[in-house]
C-alpha cells in the first residue's frame, strides 16, 4: 500500500528511508509538477532548492529531472539557502513556484518537502489539497514521472543569496549597528544560514564571531532548533568574546533564537512583542500587527495602547504571510519563532529576526533583559508556555469530543470567552487563558497557557493538564 503523503503547516515530512523514500519523494514532486502544469501549461519556471540535510543534492536533481519533463524549467540553486531567500527568490524571478527540500527544525533523521507559490508564501491549504489530489490521480493511473510527451526543459541555475542579502541591507540599519560599536555571536546551528547574516554585519564592520558554522548533516546530533537548551556553545563563545547579544536559526532558518548579553533566552514570544513595539517607535508603522491564536497576549496590550488593529490568525505562518501581501500589518509571529515584517517575503524569517533584534539593542543602547522589563512596566506582565502531551487513543477520541463541548469554567476559574480560531481557546477574566491544539500528525495534545504571574502560570499549567485526563 502507497504512504499517504500529506502536507501539514510547513510541508510534507517524514523519516529518511522510512517514509521519506526515493519513491515517494517522486510522487510527491510528481504531484508538484502535475498541479503547477495545470496552472501554467507553457513557460512555468520553478525554483529548487533546499536546506543542508542528507542526501539533499540527490533529491535536488530528482526534482529538476522531474519538472523538465512536464515542461517546467526547473531554476536550481546549487548550495543550501534560507527558506526566506528562496521566498524571495521567486518573487524577483516571477518563478510559479518554490521547492524546498528541507525538514526545518526537525531532528537529523527527517527531510521533508515545502512548496512555496509564486509570491513566496508557503502553500495554502486549497493548494496542497490540489498537489495532493494530483498525486493520487498519478498514484491510480500508474503515471510514471516523465510519462506525459511533454518536451524535457533544460535547468538553470540560480544564486539566491545576493539578492536576499541586498533586500536586508535595505531593511536593517546596519550602520547604527556598527556605531554602536555592538559585538554580535551568530550560530546557523550547521543550518542553511552559515555565512548569511554574519556576512552581511562583516561587511558592514559589525564585529562578529560565530559557532557551527561548517557543514554536518547530523547538526551535532540533535534537532537545529534555537532553543535555550541547544544554545550552549552559542553562550560560551559569547561569554568569550564580550558579546553584547546572540542569535541563532534553525535548520532552514525560516526560525529564531535570541540570547542576552548577560545570558538570558528570550522566549520568541517577547521577542516578537519587542520588535512590534521597536518598529511602531522606529519606523512609525501602525499598519496592523498579527500573531497566530497561541502566541502571547502582550501583543494584544501593546496594539490596544498603541491604537493598532490585532489580527488573530490560525497557526500555520501561511495565514500570516497573507496580511504582510496585503500590506495590513507591520509584523506577525507565532510563538515557535516565525516572524516577518511589512514589506518583506510572506514567510518565516529568522535571519531577519536576528539582525533587527541586533539594530534595536544598538539603537535603544539598552540591553534585551531592560528592554522586556521595561515594556512589561508599561503594558502589565504576561508568562507563556507551551507543552506537549501524548495520548492513548482512547484519551484522545474522548478529549477530542470534549474539545467540541463549550465549558463554563476550568479548575474553579470562569471562562470569559471562548475562541475557536485553530483548536480551543478559553479566554478568563483575569487575562490568563489556554489554548488546546491536536496535533494532525501524531497522538499529541498541544497545551498553550498563559498567566499574568510565575506563580500563576503553573497552578494555570495544572489546572491545564487535568482537563485533558480526567
Not at 508564501?121 to 493520487?136: F, G, H, R
Not at 510563538?335 to 536576528?354: F, M, N, Q, T, Y
Not at 502589565?380 to 495520548?391: D, I, T
Amino acid at each position: 500500500m502507497l504512504t499517504q503523503i500529506k502536507f501539514g503547516t510547513s510541508g510534507w515530512r517524514a523519516v529518511i528511508a522510512e517514509e521519506f523514500t526515493f519513491a515517494n519523494v517522486r510522487r510527491a514532486i510528481t504531484g508538484i509538477a502535475r498541479y503547477v502544469a495545470a496552472q501554467k501549461p507553457q513557460g512555468a519556471h520553478v525554483v529548487v532548492g533546499r536546506d543542508p540535510r542528507f542526501l539533499g543534492e540527490t533529491f535536488c536533481a530528482m526534482a529538476t529531472e522531474i519538472l523538465s519533463a512536464h515542461g517546467i524549467t526547473p531554476l536550481e540553486v546549487a548550495e543550501p539557502a534560507p527558506t526566506p531567500a528562496f521566498a524571495y527568490a521567486v518573487v524577483q524571478t516571477q518563478s510559479d513556484g518554490v521547492i524546498n527540500f528541507t525538514a526545518s527544525h526537525n531532528p537529523p533523521e527527517y527531510n521533508g518537502i515545502k512548496f512555496s507559490t509564486s509570491d513566496g508564501c508557503p502553500a495554502l491549504p486549497e493548494v496542497t489539497k490540489k498537489i495532493e489530489a494530483e498525486i493520487d490521480a498519478a498514484d491510480r493511473a500508474g503515471v510514471a514521472s516523465g510519462a506525459n510527451g511533454k518536451t524535457g526543459m533544460k535547468k538553470e541555475s540560480l544564486d539566491v543569496k545576493a539578492a536576499y542579502l541586498q533586500r536586508l541591507r535595505e531593511i536593517v540599519d546596519l550602520d547604527v549597528i556598527r556605531k554602536a560599536n555592538l559585538r554580535v555571536c551568530f550560530d546557523p546551528m550547521w543550518g542553511a544560514a552559515r555565512e548569511y547574516p554574519d556576512h552581511l554585519l562583516r561587511d558592514a564592520g559589525v564585529n562578529v564571531a560565530t559557532v557551527h558554522d561548517y557543514r554536518d548533516v547530523l547538526f551535532g546530533g540533535h534537532a537545529p532548533e534555537p532553543d535555550d537548551h541547544l544554545l550552549e556553545d552559542l553562550g560560551e563563545q559569547m561569554r568569550s568574546t564580550g558579546a553584547h547579544i546572540g542569535i541563532a536559526t534553525d535548520g532552514d532558518a525560516d526560525r529564531f533564537g535570541i540570547v542576552d548579553g548577560n545570558g538570558t533566552f528570550l522566549q520568541p514570544n517577547y521577542i516578537i512583542a519587542l520588535l512590534f513595539d521597536y518598529l511602531v517607535e522606529s519606523r512609525g508603522w501602525t499598519n496592523g500587527v498579527a500573531k497566530s491564536v497561541a502566541t502571547t497576549n502582550l501583543i494584544n496590550a501593546i496594539a490596544n495602547a498603541r491604537d493598532v488593529e490585532l489580527h488573530e490568525t490560525p497557526v500555520g505562518f501561511k495565514y500570516i504571510g497573507e496580511l504582510i501581501m496585503q500590506d495590513k500589518i507591520a509584523i506577525g509571529g507565532e510563538e515557535s519563532a516565525g516572524l516577518s515584517i511589512r514589506h518583506h517575503v510572506p514567510e518565516k524569517d529568522g535571519v531577519l529576526a536576528g539582525l533587527l533584534c541586533c539594530e534595536m539593542v544598538a539603537r535603544r543602547g539598552k540591553s534585551l533583559t531592560d528592554q522586556l522589563k521595561e515594556l512589561c512596566n508599561q503594558f502589565g506582565s504576561y508568562y507563556p508556555k507551551r507543552e506537549n502531551f501524548r495520548l492513548t487513543p482512547e484519551v484522545k477520541a474522548k478529549f477530542t469530543e470534549k474539545l467540541k463541548s463549550d465549558p463554563q469554567e476550568l479548575g474553579g476559574r470562569r471562562i470569559g470567552q471562548i475562541v475557536r480560531t485553530d483548536g480551543l481557546k478559553l479566554l478568563f477574566d483575569d487575562g490568563s487563558w489556554v489554548c488546546y491544539r491536536l496535533s494532525g500528525t501524531e497522538p499529541v495534545v498541544r497545551v498553550y497557557s498563559e498567566a499574568r504571574s510565575e506563580g500563576d502560570l503553573e497552578k494555570l499549567s495544572m489546572i491545564a493538564k487535568q482537563w485533558i485526563f480526567d
